[in-house]
């Protein structure tokens, strides 16, 4: 099943009948806060932030009418407070344990990331990722539901509570609203 399949499949056991005239895309979502703090709940407040600390926009954490997102990447980073610049997990020595939430379910809980997590699969293997994939399975984000993170940071090798900014961004194949189709 491909994950365009697997969107229309889950949209019309919503009664979303109208996603397979809207367009096709790869999209990416990214939230991120500038405050240190060992706890962060991350896109839930989304529209009260700015680009470049998210790309949400005032619709904050939920996509317009029908639009949708099959989130097959979950990456982190950290947000540099001097410039607005990004860096990965290991420039803070930080992991992250995070829970998402689609609605009012837990769809991923307490999943750990890790600095270089994914480095073995990478050609020449010394490049840092900090990200999980989802390929084959996906996670839907429906229109007009809310989703957002708990994220508790860690120190990498201790495990104890690490203060530090975080930011998280969802990337995978969406439906963007297509007003050639609906007017």
Do not use: W
Not at 2 to 7: N, R, S
Not at 14 to 20: D, E, M, V
Not at 113 to 122: I, S
């Amino acid at each position: 099943m491909t994950a365009q399949d697997k969107m229309l499949y889950v949209a019309n056991k919503l009664g979303l009948t109208s996603l397979k005239d809207m367009q096709g895309t790869t999209r990416v979502v990214y939230d991120s806060v500038q405050t240190a703090a060992t706890q962060h709940t991350l896109f839930k407040t989304a529209a009260q932030r700015n680009f470049p600390l998210t790309n949400l926009g005032s619709n904050g954490n939920q996509f317009q009418v029908n639009e949708a997102l099959l989130v097959e990447v979950i990456g982190f980073f950290i947000p540099d407070a001097a410039d607005g610049g990004y860096n990965n997990l290991g420039s803070g020595a930080a992991a992250v344990v995070f829970d998402f939430y689609i609605g009012n379910k837990c769809v991923l809980k307490d999943v750990a990331v890790n600095p270089a997590d994914m480095q073995a699969f990478y050609g020449n293997g010394n490049v840092a990722s900090s990200q999980i994939f989802l390929e084959g399975v996906g996670i839907l984000i429906p229109p007009q539901v809310e989703f957002y993170m708990d994220v508790r940071i860690c120190n990498d090798t201790t495990r104890a509570a690490n203060s530090q900014r975080i930011g998280a961004y969802l990337f995978g194949t969406g439906a963007l609203l297509n007003f050639n189709t609906t007017i």
